[in-house]
């Protein structure tokens, strides 16, 4: 396969982020090198990592080791939960770039709003300052209810570039994705794939058959059709070959609205109300 042209989404900043990336969740960081090459050699751009991921040394190490220039690549950071004050979310910043052995991310995100600690508007006041000085691509925000963005846009000027949420077939956080529709926020799908659960079951498999294509595929169409950045992890480099292979077919319609029907609050994380770390 030759590597595909992966669409972009222009965020509300102008910057270009491609529709499709590529996640290391889980990943420990002495496989995360080899898994970011492999993804890397068949096309990817886009790599999403995290602070509390442990694997920011890995991802570098494969940016430093690729031939592909910095500025064709798109990386994604997160800043974790214990960093919801000012200092520690410059310093986070700071950190993460250390280890991925880069001199500006992408993108960068605040991880959880963990409402206990009720951190998150003086961490966005940090990222804020990041973004005003061109320190960082664009900045957002992670696994945000409609609730904590209208608490940050009371708060400030500047929208999130990007929610990131979990977002799939089971669970389809339509409220949420209506939220960041209204407010110019570009919806990004953590666990696109739902790590596996929904690929064995109709209409996906019927779906994936009539295309000629997998359950894993068909499931990333479901979300790019609809305008949502997906960034699928997987460590198996015929899957990671896959997962990218989705750009020479398209769902019907009919068939969108068939996958819709998998919805049934089948949350695979934490709940953002609940989660403070
Ligand atoms: P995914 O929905 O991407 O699923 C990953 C799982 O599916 C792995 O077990 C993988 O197995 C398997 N898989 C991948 N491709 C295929 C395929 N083609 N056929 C069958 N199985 C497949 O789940 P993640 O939770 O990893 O989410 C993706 C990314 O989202 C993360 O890596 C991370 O970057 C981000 N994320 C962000 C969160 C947040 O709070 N912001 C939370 C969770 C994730 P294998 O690797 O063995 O091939």
Redesign the pocket.
């Known amino acids: 396969m030759t590597a595909p042209t992966i669409p972009t989404i222009t965020l509300n900043n102008g910057l270009e982020m491609p529709q499709l990336g590529f ?4 990943v420990p960081d002495a496989e995360t090198t080899a898994a970011v090459s492999a993804a890397l050699d068949v096309g990817y751009r886009s790599i ?3 602070a509390i991921y442990g694997n920011e040394a890995g991802v570098g190490r494969a940016i430093a080791e690729s031939e592909v220039p910095r500025d064709e690549l798109f990386v994604t950071s ?1 800043l974790w939960i214990d960093s919801l004050d000012y200092d520690s979310a410059m310093r986070g910043y700071e950190a993460s770039l250390e280890r991925l052995g880069l001199e500006k991310l992408d993108l960068f ?1 605040i ?2 709003p963990a409402p206990a600690s009720d951190g998150y508007l003086e961490a966005w006041r940090a990222l804020s300052r990041l973004a005003s000085e061109g320190r960082v691509g664009a900045v957002g925000v ?2 945000f209810l409609p609730q904590h963005l209208e608490r940050l846009a009371d708060a400030s000027d500047l929208v999130p570039a990007v929610n ?1 949420v ?1 977002l ?1 077939p089971a669970l389809q956080n339509r409220g949420t994705v209506e939220a960041n529709r209204r407010l110019g926020i570009a919806t990004e799908a ?7 659960a929904v ?1 064995g079951e109709e209409p996906v498999l019927e779906i994936a058959e009539r295309h000629g294509k ?4 068909v499931v990333l169409r479901w979300h790019l059709q609809q305008g949502r950045i997906v ?6 480099p015929a ?1 990671i070959a ?2 990218l292979d989705v750009f020479d077919f398209a769902l019907a319609e009919s068939e969108l609205t068939a996958i819709d029907g998998l919805e049934r609050d089948g949350r ?2 934490p709940h953002p109300a609940e989660f403070n770390g």
């Not at 997998?214 to 595929?217: L, N, S, V």
């Open positions: 996640g290391v969740f889980q999403d990592t995290a997160k995100l991880h959880w992670s696994n990131q979990e799939h953590w666990s696109p794939l739902a790590q596996g690929l997998t359950p894993a595929q960034i699928p992890k997987s460590v198996t899957r896959a997962n695979t994380g």
